[in-house]
């Protein structure tokens, strides 16, 4: 039988996968158990001390029964200390990671997510692993609470503002399994997915080699236009026109425009650099002051390239 695939619960594609599942049919098989004793308990219940006539009595008031009392106390408490066990077992497992677990750093924001490789030196919105590797993830919010979950691999953990906490996990077979949010963080919280990427060690290396320097053989428009999605910008901007969480950026070059508090702007290269690493000063009018600064975030290099990506859309 393949037991990687199941009616009703995801692909299996982590070295937790297994034992998750194990525990969780072990706990729904002992809750059905018990459901079906019950319900069968009670049903017979119901027909044999059923009021047979009218003047019946009530039945005789049973107060005390030390034998019975004992059983129903023993019986489930030596269940929940074995659920316990399994449970806790699985726990620890899942916390501490291997010494030669691979680093990355993920960043947490409304409402995408972004990955960097501390020793590699590299940069992405889609999570890229290779197979068979322990990879510690370290992650952290830049605004407020979400929550990293990768079904396949039967792994999440929140992803706090402030505070870093850590996940990891050991694929075990090459593929691309979903990535979500799952604690709500505001209006676009269901476009919070990405994916992790399962390669060979070899195609690792070459992924590496060839996200290490990203606007290689680029213009700046074309960096800027992979930066856009990568660093997340396209959750809330548009670049056909449309009106989304924030201005498009159709055609905002060179145009005046109005602003909250009455004046007026110039979209020129110092009010487009102004608006990522301070968005509060300059808000647009009609929007709402939400964008999350990018100041430390984006590489002068990163700048001019959006920069000259919103220049580009015409
Ligand atoms: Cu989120």
Not at 9 to 27: H, I
Not at 174 to 187: A, H, K, R
Not at 227 to 247: E, F, M, N, R, W
Not at 291 to 302: H, I, N, R, T, W
């Amino acid at each position: 039988m393949d037991t990687t695939k199941s009616v009703w619960l995801p692909e299996q594609a982590s070295t937790f996968a297994n034992s998750v599942d194990w525990a969780f049919n072990l706990y729904l098989w002992i809750s059905v158990a018990f459901f079906a004793i019950i319900v069968v308990l009670i049903a017979y219940f119901v027909v044999k001390y059923a009021r047979k006539r009218p003047d019946q009595l009530a039945t005789a008031q049973i107060v005390h029964n030390t034998f019975l009392e004992t059983t129903w106390t023993a019986i489930p408490l030596i269940i929940v200390m074995a659920l316990f066990v399994v449970g806790m077992k699985g726990y620890w497992n899942m916390r501490v990671a291997p010494s030669n677990a691979m680093q990355v750093d993920v960043t947490g924001r409304k409402w995408a997510w972004s990955f960097d490789y501390p020793k590699e030196g590299v940069s992405t919105d889609t999570l890229v692993v290779p197979v068979h590797q322990p990879v510690r993830l370290r992650m952290t919010s830049t605004d407020v609470i979400h929550s990293f979950f990768i079904p396949a691999f039967r792994t999440k953990a929140d992803v706090i503002p402030g505070r870093y906490h850590s996940l990891w996990f050991e694929a075990t077979k090459t593929g691309v399994f979903q990535v979500f949010c799952t604690q709500y963080c505001g209006t676009n919280h269901s476009y919070m997915w990405t994916a992790v990427k399962v390669v060979t060690p070899d195609e690792f290396q070459a992924w590496v080699a060839a996200a290490a320097d990203p606007s290689k053989g680029k213009t700046p428009a074309e960096f800027g236009e992979i930066l856009y999605s990568q660093k997340g910008c396209v959750a809330c901007h548009t670049v056909d026109g449309s009106t989304g969480i924030g201005p498009t950026w159709k055609g905002i070059w060179g145009i005046s425009v109005p602003l909250e508090d009455g004046r007026s702007v110039t979209v020129d290269e110092a009010y487009v650099k102004k608006s990522m690493n301070e968005p509060a000063t300059d808000v647009v009018k009609g929007f709402q002051p939400i964008m999350p600064p990018f100041q430390g975030v984006l590489s002068d290099k990163e700048e001019d390239a959006l920069v000259a990506y919103i220049q580009s859309l015409k």
